[in-house]
């Protein structure tokens, strides 16, 4: 302020430097909010970080369903290989009939 400032002058003076200090002062609070949310954010990502190693972790000692599959197909083929033979036997009974 300078000398010879009217009460208006120093009223606005006085409501500006108000307005000024309440907006520091709302950005302090705002940061310090901030910055604790960062905080509980960056703790739950490494707590999911730990999660997902577990998860890795785990599935490289189960048994996958590519392993099943793998362990599945050759009995599957002996299967189908069984089915084919006795297809072939019943057709040869039917051709020759045994005798009674």
Do not use: C, K, W
């Amino acid at each position: 302020m300078t000398r010879g400032s009217t009460s208006s002058e120093r009223v606005f003076d006085h409501v500006l430097r108000g307005v000024t200090l309440a907006a520091i002062i709302g950005g302090a609070v705002t940061l310090t909010n901030l910055s604790t949310e960062v905080a509980v954010l960056g703790t739950q990502i490494s707590a999911v970080q730990e999660r997902i190693a577990d998860m890795r972790a785990s599935s490289a000692d189960g048994y996958t369903a590519t392993e099943a599959r793998r362990d599945l197909q050759p009995l599957l083929e002996s299967i189908a290989d069984h089915e084919a033979r006795v297809r072939l036997l019943e057709r040869q009974r039917r051709a020759t009939p045994l005798e009674q």
